[in-house]
């Protein structure tokens, strides 16, 4: 039971690291955030490990989930969904069309002797300025936060569920 609390806490602390993410990268002085990585590596064992551990619980029925459901869980969802959707507009998968009228279905960019590329639908690449090119970096890093404020808080809520289940189980037993 200790462990699953212990995991209820770093689920925690990496919802507040990802939600500082996607505020931090809006420095234009920041360019580069030295645990941008370990954040995605620690959610994919956390959520991975909760799952398995959930799974390895006794079938409890889904209705028993919202039953004893702490409030500051669901209140921490606000600040969640705020940062989601601050940075995931509705049309964030339309990259718009070409000049020639082409709708643009794929879209890359790469540095390559320090000049900067964008390639269209595998087409030719075209030469883009600097600026433009961490324009590009920034918005590709905050879709991959945004998706870390959601399985960092689904954690969260994972793990609380699991932790909450011993507890039950230790109190019966």
């Known amino acids: 039971m200790k462990r699953s609390l212990a995991f209820v806490w770093l689920s925690s602390i990496l919802l507040l690291l990802s939600i500082g993410t996607l505020i931090a990268i809006r420095t234009p002085e920041l360019s580069w ?4 990585w370990w954040i995605h590596v620690a959610l994919i064992f956390i959520f991975a490990y909760g799952l398995w551990r959930l799974k390895k619980s006794s079938a409890v029925a889904i209705t028993s989930f919202f039953k004893g459901f702490p409030v500051w869980l669901l209140v921490l969802a606000i600040p969640a969904v705020i940062s989601i959707t601050s ?5 964030n998968f339309d990259f718009g069309k070409t000049p020639e009228g082409q709708v643009i279905h794929r879209k890359s960019w790469f540095e390559e002797r320090g000049r ?3 390639r269209i639908n595998n087409g030719p690449a075209v030469e883009i300025s600097n600026t433009e090119y961490r324009s590009l970096q920034l918005s590709a890093f905050e879709f991959f936060a945004s998706i870390w404020v959601i399985f960092s808080y689904a954690s969260l809520v994972l793990w609380q569920y699991v932790w909450r289940l011993e507890r039950i189980r230790q109190n019966d037993g």
């Open 33 to 36: 955030l030295p645990f941008q």
């Open 116 to 118: 900067f590329y964008l």
């Open 87 to 91: 940075v995931m507009p509705p049309n």
